[in-house]
């Protein structure tokens, strides 16, 4: 039986280690708008949120159909 050697990766204890390969974090140098963007994203996603309740307690008659 053949097996590849280059996309295992051995531990310092001459086992296989199972977890993929670690990313790269990537570094983003300018977060001056990062809160303002994360509270647009936030209310939106709640927006949708309280939509999705509306549509499905006026189709259904409850409020999460199956349970309540």
């Given at each position: 039986m053949t097996s590849s050697t280059s996309s295992q990766?051995?531990?310092?204890y001459g086992k296989q280690n199972i977890f993929g390969r670690e990313t790269q974090p990537?570094?983003?140098?300018?977060?001056?708008?990062?809160?303002?963007?994360?509270?647009?994203?936030?209310?939106?996603?709640?927006?949708i949120g309280m939509i999705?309740?509306?549509v499905?307690?006026?189709t259904t008659g409850q409020i999460i159909p199956g349970i309540f």
């Open positions: 990766v051995i531990t310092e990537q570094l983003v140098g300018d977060y001056t708008s990062y809160p303002e963007e994360a509270e647009k994203t936030n209310g939106r996603w709640a927006m999705s309740l509306l499905s307690y006026f």
